[in-house]
Structure formats: C-alpha cells, structure tokens
C-alpha cells in the first residue's frame, strides 16, 4: 500500500478506542533504558521517538518491494502507549515489543499486512511477523478490524489484539498462517485464507473456512467439522507438550533480557493470561553473544563453546562452516530474519544430542554448491533421550532458491529423540531467481529419524522427493500444508518404486506409532500428463493414525488420484472433482 494511505486517517473504533486513549493517559512513563549496539537495522523505538511514524514508513517503503533482495529489520517497542502510530509490515521485518508482557507495549492505531499481489492477493506474503505487544485497531480497516493478509512464514505469536482480525484483504487469497499464544478479544474472520494453524490462542469468535483450519490448545474453537465445506475444522483439545518461544524484553530497571518460558504439558489458552509470571527462566543478555552480519563461523563457534547464547541480529551470514549448539540449554534467537548461507556445501547447523537447545526465529538458505543438509538436529544414530527438557525449534524457515541458485539433498534432518518443533516452512522455491528443476534441485524437505518428535505448524513446499520422510516412532504432525512441485519435466523424470510421483508424506514402513491432524497436500503440474498416486504414504497398522485429510488439485493439468494409500477420491482438474476430503485413516 503506498504511504500515503497510511496517512489518510480512518474511521475509529469509537467507544473501545476513547476508552483505552483515556486510560493509557493515566499510565506511568515506562523505565528506559540504554539500548546495546544491535547495528543499524535493529529500530528500537519509544512512543517519544523523533520522526516515529516517518521511521517506520521508511522501513515499510524498503521492505515492501523485496521480495528476495538482503536487508532485513527488526523494529523493538519500548514499553508505554503508542498513539495514532501505523505500523505496515513488509518483507523479512519483524515488530518485537520489549514488554515482559503483551500488554507493556500498546500500539492504539493499526498493524497491517497488505497484499504483494494485484486484485489484493496475499499468497506470496511471506517473511514478516509480529510478537509480544498489544494493538487496538482505531486506524485499521473499520469496525475496530486489523488487516493481517498474509502467507507462509509469519510468525504471529504472544499478541494482544484489542479488537478484530481479517486474515485477508478485500476477496483477495491468502494461502497460511500461524497463531500461537495469541489473545483476540473481537472475531476473527479468515474469509479466502486457505489454510490456518492456531495453536494455544483464545478469541471472541472465528468465522470462515476454506480448505485446512487446525486449532490446538485453542479456546472457542469454531463449532463445525472437517469435511463440511465452510466448517473444515480440525480442533484439538490440548496441546501436548511445548514451550513458547523466547523473547527479548526490558525489565523495571532498564535491564535487556531474554525470558525463556519452561515447558507447558496439556495446555489450553495463552501462557500470559494468568496472575504472575508463567514459569520459565530469564537470561540477562551479558550471557548472549550480539551477532552481526559479517562475523565468521569461527568466530560465533568460538562463542558458543565458551558457553555464551548468541542472538543473531538482522542481515546475511555467510558461513564456510557449520554454527555447532553444543552446550545444554543454548539459545541461538535470531531477530528481523537474521539469514544464514554457505556456498561450499557445508551444513549451516548442527547440534548436539544434548538437553534443552532452543533455536528460534532463523533463516536458512541454501548455497551454490550442493549440501547434504541445512540444519541437523543430533548427529546420527543420536540416542538420549530429552523428554523433560527437548530441544525445540521456533520459526525456522528454510529457502532453496528464488535469491539465486541453491543446491541441497534436505533442508532439515532430525534425529534427536523428543524434538519440538514449532513453525516451520521448508521451500523449495517455485519463483524467483535460481528456478528450475535443474537450477535449484532438493529431494526432501524434512526427514525425521528420531523417535516422539512433535511438529506443530508443518509447511513443506516443492521438493523432488517425499516432501517429508518420517522414519522415527512416535511421531506427531498437528497441521501438514504442501504443495508437490510444479515444475516435474515428465512422468518419467518423477516416479518413485511405489508408483507415479512421490507422496508429499511418506511414514516409513517400519513406523509403528505415528499420528497426524490437519494434512493437505496441493498439486500446480505445469507439465501435461503428470500426477501422483497417492498425496500420503503410510503403513496399516493400529498405531499409525491420520486425521482430517484434503488434496486439491489447483491447475488446468495432473491430478492427485487417492489421498492415502489407496484410500480417497481423486482430485483431478479435469473429469471430476479437483477437491477430495478424507476424514479419518484407517
């Protein structure tokens, strides 16, 4: 949107709005604080900051457009009351407020994100986010709604929204998203959003359905069942097992700080909702390395063997060796999309098979020259076991392709028993610079080795192979989103042994335990007379359980002729339906 509308005052949301005008007037000054030397594209910014407003237009007007170029941004709330402020979000920038809680930092105005695309398509909003503050929307859309039209990789997490929501904009697509933690005290109305995860968030209510909506651990979850169109509602009561993300924050006395949440079993809402603080653990930010872009590998290893946590600030990390999480209880926090590549075929992480990592808020691109892997969770053949305290990975998202050419065998390899995973998006691109089946080939997005890995918010794209692999026990997917490749020159180029294509989710054969809600899987075959047998792959065994299935074939070519094994209706865009729905396997 250009800045000018930004400018161009809307109707307000006129008793709730006056109300929280007149009742933040009364609040005390926050306690300032003296920011560290996070380099030029870390913002920090207070309500009295000169030129506010213009400040973060400037970001926008730069981000917006780029699409695939290098600057990244984070913009950091100081806590108080931000009045009349507009805050578009565009391209690899993340708005962060430094509250130890949501609503320390209250923006009374609007949050938006406006579509990239003509006839206000939002399916290539990728790479923005927002976490930790409160927003009323008195200068959103109207009738105290903000406009959140987004697509994959979008981090929307620990919020406070003191009004509504729309997931899109106009009649406009939009293709993703994810909730966690997140407090909506209006409706939510998601319109053409085509799929949606929300995982321990609460709301006023939610309106709209399109293909996959998955609600874990939410509360007033939408009535209505998957597969009733309109209703295709996946709802699980609690969330299992997880630990919210870290965050950065300001104390009483000015102090920067990382607040570590402990780990939630069985749980049902927000962390935050509560009297006092949820548990978890706080590390002062002496104990974290600030990276900036430019810094060897060699360097931030040095770092991280000396016991220090590192938070990666925003920019490119070019990297002739892998950054290597030894210690327990590490956390590597990166800010603004901090990008990490290597063009010599080396891994860009790996850990150790030890307790408690956290690796939260990273970009991983892949480089010219062909790695095995990009990011790998315990070495092979790891066998701790981490159940008290696993490792989890928060918004980790993984590039091959569209900056330039990339080359790797699989994005993300786990073999670390009891990994969390929180939000991820593994892209093999489709679009962009560096695209081709030649250009930037990748097999498999994930492969999964260890044993009771839980993966919330599962968005895999466009790779070769099996878009996942899953060969450890134990196994839990709440929300599976992936297109196949659009680009398979032939039938005969993309056959696997078990017929034509590669299932999109493949559960090996000797899988006993493995269950997954919420899964679908999209066909775009630009070549003619291309398909594929089966969207999912898994075997027929009492513990291996799949539920609330969709595939949908999106073109004018191919098709997807069952969902699982040999179980569903063909999705064909020619001779039938190009949607098919299965409730339950087996």
Not at 181 to 188: A, E, L, P, S, Y
Not at 230 to 242: F, I, N
């Amino acid at each position: 949107m250009p800045r000018n509308s930004f400018r161009t005052a809307r109707s307000r949301a006129s008793t709730l709005g006056a109300s929280l005008i007149a009742a933040a007037a009364l609040a005390a000054p926050p306690a300032r604080a003296d920011a560290p030397d996070f380099g030029p594209h870390v913002h920090v910014l207070a309500p009295d900051t000169p030129g506010l407003q213009q400040r973060i237009l400037d970001i926008y007007e730069a981000q917006q457009p780029n699409h695939f170029g290098p600057r990244r941004d984070a913009i950091l709330l100081m806590p108080g009351t931000y009045r009349d402020l507009r805050i578009p979000v565009g391209f690899y920038t993340q708005v962060l407020g430094l509250g130890a809680h949501p609503d320390d930092v209250h923006v009374i105005g609007d949050l938006r994100s406006t579509a990239l695309l003509a006839n206000d398509n939002a399916t290539q909003n990728f790479w923005r986010g927002a976490e930790n503050f409160s927003v009323t929307p008195t200068l959103g859309i109207g009738d105290g709604t903000m406009q959140w039209a987004v697509s994959q990789a979008i981090p929307f997490r620990r919020m406070h929204v003191r009004g509504n929501m729309r997931l899109n904009q106009n009649q406009g697509w939009a293709s993703g998203g994810w909730f966690s933690d997140v407090r909506v005290d209006g409706r939510i109305d998601s319109v053409t959003q085509q799929q949606w995860i929300s995982r321990n968030s609460e709301w006023g209510g939610w309106t709209g359905s399109h293909w996959n909506m998955v609600f874990v651990g939410v509360r007033n979850a939408p009535a209505g069942d998957f597969p009733e169109p309109g209703a295709r509602y996946t709802r699980v009561e609690r969330t299992p097992l997880v630990r919210e993300k870290p965050w950065l924050f300001v104390d009483a006395q000015g102090r920067y700080a990382v607040r570590v949440p402990a780990l939630r079993r069985d749980s049902v809402g927000v962390s935050w909702g509560g009297p006092g603080e949820a548990p978890g653990r706080t590390l002062p930010l002496s104990a974290f390395h600030i990276a900036r872009p430019g810094e060897t590998a060699a360097a931030l290893n040095a770092e991280l063997a000396a016991g220090r946590h590192l938070l990666l600030t925003p920019g490119e990390y070019l990297l002739t060796e892998p950054l290597r999480v030894m210690r327990p209880g590490t956390v590597v926090l990166g800010l603004g999309f901090p990008t990490l590549r290597s063009d010599n075929g080396q891994a860009l992480v790996k850990t150790a098979d030890v307790d408690g990592l956290t690796l939260a808020g990273l970009f991983l691109d892949a480089g010219r020259e062909r790695a095995d892997v990009l990011m790998e969770v315990g070495p092979p053949g790891s066998r701790a076991r981490h159940r008290a305290d696993p490792t989890v990975l928060h918004d980790v998202f993984f590039r091959i392709g569209g900056a330039m050419p990339g080359r790797v065998r699989t994005a993300l390899r786990i073999n670390a028993h009891d990994t969390l995973v929180d939000h991820t998006w593994l892209w093999r691109a489709d679009h962009g610079e560096g695209v081709g089946w030649t250009s930037n080939p990748a097999l498999h997005g994930l492969e999964v080795d260890g044993e009771d890995v839980t993966v919330y918010g599962l968005f895999v794209e466009h790779f070769q192979g099996h878009q996942v692999v899953w060969r450890g026990d134990g196994g839990r997917v709440y929300f599976y989103q992936s297109e196949l490749p659009y680009d398979p020159p032939s039938q005969a180029v993309w056959t696997s042994p078990t017929g034509r294509g590669f299932a999109s989710y493949k559960v090996a054969d000797g899988v006993t335990r493995h269950e997954a809600w919420g899964l679908g899987v999209y066909s775009v075959f630009l070549q003619p007379d291309v398909l594929l047998d089966r969207a999912l792959e898994v075997p027929r065994r009492p513990g291996v359980r799949l539920h609330s299935m969709i595939t949908v074939c999106l073109a004018d070519k191919g098709s997807i002729e069952r969902v699982v094994n040999d179980a569903g209706e063909p999705a064909r865009c020619r001779g039938g339906s190009n949607t098919s729905t299965l409730t339950a396997y087996p």
